[in-house]
């Protein structure tokens, strides 16, 4: 360490995203004494997070805007002089991006670690004395290995000149979940910690013990505690795949599946979270994380544990072209030139991300089929639907045959999307959406008018009271059934 003083530390971040912002901001607001710098080589995205109008920063999360108010300049600070930053620090935090590789070894299904790797190296080249090295990105299981090789040979080098530069390695997952992540980072249900050293895990520990009552920090080997944030992602998204199955099968019987939900979730060994149907699992983790783990079962020859993983990620495929495809049904058969207001875009409420929205996939699909989409969502930018609309590099994308991609608009408020439509499409659980005036929708529209509401949001006697016709996902009852 550059500083004796634990407490007094210097702390560089490198990646200012969705994950890298809100983590060092809540760190920086209950460790005054601690500088926390968020670095990043995107200039645009710096300037972003440095802007005086808040309303610019680069994440929207509930909460954070005071935050990064409140300390930026004191003892928060966004800069794009990443080396700088890593000269002068005593630990350092990955927070970069790993998406899934879309070439070469593992293509589809292995993260894509090039840029931890960059992240590796620009630490062993600027370091200049002791320095913990945390990773905070989500990493394929034994990332800490290839951190720590590149930085042993940097040292090896760099000790002839300067005999206390070494390096920890600490793995530290994050498990905030956007849209909450001020809330669980505030009050995490636990800190887990990673590691060898035990005096660079006491460092860590030190700083959560700040605001993290000390009974959740969990301790555990470097390769446990990777692979316990890949399976804690892997078991959410596989309650998501496993209720909306159920739903589909409710649709088919007449049962409902929020009564279902409700009734095995008070069993106390299941558990009430994570069992909401809805259009899909999306986010940056669960698709990613899973195909994480098929690739290291396969790695292993472990087959059947590759497929078991896999199939989560291909019935949520399903799920989301499902819902697709019984929109065309319900709209006798066809959507040509049809016009479908699209009420929410981003992967789930409360966050401007949309990354693996089930709404890019289910636009795409009804978009194939000849419908005129009227897109709306309170937070995402134009400029990002127009990107995902037009973006096709999936592996497990449902190919489409023609390029009809282009008969959508993006609307400034809910209102716009209803006039001359035949369907109004909920995909994402803004709470404005169970606001709506449904006699006014209905009067815009053109009959007969039907809502589509796949977050179980509407209440279905005011959409039935309005004369629209309803489906809703799971809902096998005679409501959903006109
Ligand atoms: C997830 C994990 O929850 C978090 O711990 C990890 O650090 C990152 O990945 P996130 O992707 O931000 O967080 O959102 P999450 O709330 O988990 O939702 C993921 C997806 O599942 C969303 O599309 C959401 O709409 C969907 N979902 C969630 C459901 O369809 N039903 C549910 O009951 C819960
Ligand atoms: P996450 O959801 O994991 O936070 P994001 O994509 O939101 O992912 O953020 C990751 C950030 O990391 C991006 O802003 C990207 O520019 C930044 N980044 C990636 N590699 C580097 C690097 N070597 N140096 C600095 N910043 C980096």
Not at 240 to 249: D, Q, R, T, V
Not at 259 to 264: C, G, H, L, Q, Y
Not at 469 to 480: A, F, T, Y
């Amino acid at each position: 360490m550059k500083q004796n003083d634990l407490k007094n530390i210097n702390i560089c971040c490198i990646g200012a995203g969705y994950v890298g912002g809100p983590t060092m901001a809540v760190l920086a607001k209950h460790c005054p004494n601690i500088q926390v710098t968020v670095t990043d080589h995107n200039l645009e995205r710096i300037n972003d997070w440095n802007s005086i109008d808040l309303s610019k920063l680069p994440i929207y999360e509930p909460g954070l805007d005071e935050i990064v108010n409140k300390y930026r300049g004191k003892n928060l600070h966004f800069s794009s002089e990443v080396e700088k930053n890593i000269s002068i620090a005593d630990m350092i935090f990955i927070s970069v991006n790993t998406p899934t590789k879309t070439k070469g070894v593992g293509a589809g299904k292995a993260s894509d670690i090039k840029w931890v790797e960059a992240c590796a190296r620009q630490v062993a080249n600027n370091a200049k004395d002791h320095t913990i090295i945390v990773e905070k990105s989500t990493l394929p299981v034994r990332t800490a290995e290839v951190i720590k090789n590149i930085l042993e040979s940097a040292t090896s080098i760099k000790s002839q000149k300067n005999p206390s530069i070494s390096f920890d390695v600490l793995s530290n997952p994050e498990f905030l979940s956007e849209g909450s992540a001020i809330k669980d980072l505030e009050n995490p249900d636990r800190v887990l910690i990673g590691g060898e050293n035990n005096q660079a895990i006491k460092a860590l520990s030190e700083i959560y013990e700040n605001w993290v009552p000390v009974k959740k920090i969990l301790y555990t080997n470097i390769w446990s505690s990777e692979l316990a944030k890949l399976t804690a992602n892997a078991f959410l998204a596989q309650r998501i795949s496993s209720i909306n199955s159920i739903g589909a099968l409710c649709e088919a019987t007449g049962a409902d599946v929020r009564e279902v939900s409700r009734a095995i979730g008070t069993d106390s060994r299941i558990g009430a979270k994570f069992l909401d149907a809805g259009p899909g699992f999306g986010g940056s983790c669960f698709k990613k994380d899973i195909l994480n783990l098929v690739y290291l079962a396969s790695y292993f020859g472990l087959h059947e544990v590759a497929n078991f993983w896999e199939s989560v990620v291909k019935l949520n495929y399903w799920h989301q072209n499902r819902i697709s495809r019984l929109i065309v049904k319900k709209l006798f058969g066809t959507l040509s030139d049809k016009k479908i207001a699209v009420l929410g875009f981003a992967f789930k409420a409360n966050t401007n991300d949309t990354r693996e929205s089930a709404a890019i996939q289910i636009c795409k699909e009804l978009l194939e089929e000849g419908a005129i989409l009227s897109i709306y969502d309170p937070k995402v930018s134009r400029k990002q639907i127009k990107r995902d609309l037009n973006f096709i590099n999936d592996p497990y994308e449902i190919k489409t045959e023609s390029n009809n991609l282009n008969k959508y608009f993006i609307a400034d408020n809910i209102q716009e999307t209803f006039q001359d439509a035949d369907a109004i499409l909920i995909l994402t659980e803004w709470s404005e959406f169970s606001n709506i005036n449904w006699e006014s929708a209905y009067k815009m529209m053109r009959k007969p008018a039907w809502v589509f509401d796949s977050r179980s949001i509407v209440n279905p006697q005011k959409v039935l009271d309005a004369n629209l016709k309803l489906w809703r996902i799971g809902d096998g009852s005679k409501i959903s059934n006109i």
